[in-house]
């Protein structure tokens, strides 16, 4: 990409609602473990303002920001205003992370590798005689990412949406494979090893919301990975953990897809634990 020439990096998030967003103090935080300066700023970007949207791609543009992130709702529309996406973007079909490159605005995806390097903490592949299989609720941008990343990895993946032509949509962006989809309304959930919620159902201020309707049965020895990490446990957690299943949030994710982008626009790679205690404090 192309940097700034002195060292005051102006970085930013693009999204909606970004009340609650962690990824200022983690961006802070790699800033100074790595002696750089500069600032993160959350930019709100409503749903339906593409002159906005365009308005703040502008400024990367012309260089009076040097990165963005991007988070809903805005990981698929903001590409129609890209010059190009990089071949993980591209394949995914959604971006998070957007710099200049060689005078092109770029679009990228850390997500799907940030993802896969926080479950990893938690499964591993060679555990499994057999192939692992995954539950994917939701079909929007994160949905995307963990697609491609499940994939890649070698696991069995079912999709499963409350607006089932996105999911079908979504599994035939990776026509490779065959992606069963599905709703929750009569599937049975004994058959996966991992369930992941990529939907903001649980997020804050709706704390008592979850994918999973009240009766549902997990498999025992499921674990349960919601992309949610706010609140630290959702409601979807704690329905897991009530039935013995293993529940993460995804706060490791988060934090991975950011150091990522971090390096990309920096040239930095910043220490994990610091931007661990910079959240946890």
């Known amino acids: 990409m192309q940097r700034p020439s002195t060292l005051n990096f102006r970085l930013g998030l693009i999204g909606y609602p970004l009340t609650h967003t962690l990824s200022p103090k983690i961006h802070a935080a790699a800033l100074q473990a790595c002696g750089l300066q500069g600032s993160y700023l959350p930019f709100t970007i409503y749903?339906?303002?593409?002159?906005?949207?365009?308005?703040?791609?502008?400024?990367?543009?012309?260089?009076?920001?040097?990165?963005?992130?991007?988070?809903?709702?805005h990981k698929q529309t903001v590409i129609e205003y890209l010059d190009e996406l990089t071949p993980t973007a591209q394949a995914i079909g959604a971006v998070n992370t957007l710099c200049l490159h060689d005078g092109k605005l770029t679009g990228d995806n850390t997500d799907a590798p940030g993802f896969l390097t926080d479950l990893k903490r938690f499964f591993e592949f060679s555990a499994f005689s057999l192939q692992p299989s995954a539950l994917v609720l939701g079909a929007g941008g994160s949905a995307r990412a963990v697609v491609y990343a499940l994939l890649t990895d070698g696991w069995n993946v079912t999709l499963a949406a409350r607006r089932l032509e996105q999911a079908q949509q979504l599994a035939q962006s990776f026509p490779n494979y065959q992606l069963p989809v599905t709703n929750l309304t009569n599937l049975s959930l004994s058959t996966f090893h991992l369930l992941i919620n990529t939907t903001p159902l649980g997020m804050t201020p709706d704390i008592e919301t979850s994918p999973l309707p009240e009766n549902a049965v997990l498999a025992p020895g499921t674990i349960v990975y919601d992309l949610v990490y706010n609140p630290r446990e959702t409601k979807l957690m704690r329905q897991a953990k009530a039935q013995g299943c293993r529940a993460v949030n995804g706060l490791g994710m988060l934090i991975e897809q950011a150091a990522l982008a971090f390096?990309?626009?920096?040239?930095?790679r910043p220490p994990r634990q610091t931007l661990w205690n910079a959240v946890e404090t």
Do not use: F, M, S, Y
Request: with cysteine.
């Open 263 to 268: 390096e990309i626009w920096t040239g930095c």
């Open 47 to 73: 749903p339906t303002d593409k002159q906005g949207l365009q308005a703040i791609l502008h400024r990367l543009r012309t260089g009076d920001l040097h990165g963005l992130n991007v988070t809903i709702p």
